[in-house]
């Protein structure tokens, strides 16, 4: 699976099967904040979400920044990589709920 970088529109995205999947961040000075995962049902169950996540937080940890989460999905993935050593933002609502 190829992953692309858009720094422009700060988004990682990826086309399986002709359908778009994509992470939505911000960053600033301290960390890279995921806000939204997004796999269409068409291609989900595959692992997209997880790899396009690794993507992102491979991005911040190069650049020194802090893996945070405010998506639910990226929330419950730093939990299971604790090497990341993230933590979720102050706008996260918990649970599987997004509160963007």
Request: charged share 25%; proline share 4%.
């Amino acid at each position: 699976m190829k992953i692309e970088h858009y720094p422009e529109k700060n988004r990682f995205e990826t086309v399986v099967d002709g359908v778009t999947a994509y992470v939505s961040y911000a960053e600033d000075d301290t960390c890279v904040d995921i806000r939204h995962t997004i796999v269409p049902e068409a291609i989900g169950g595959r692992g997209i979400a997880s790899a396009l996540v690794r993507a992102t937080y491979d991005y911040a940890r190069a650049k020194g920044l802090k893996p945070v989460a405010t998506c639910s999905y990226a929330a419950v993935w730093l939990q299971r990589h604790p090497e990341y050593e993230g933590s979720t933002s102050a706008d996260y609502g918990g649970g599987d709920s997004c509160a963007l």
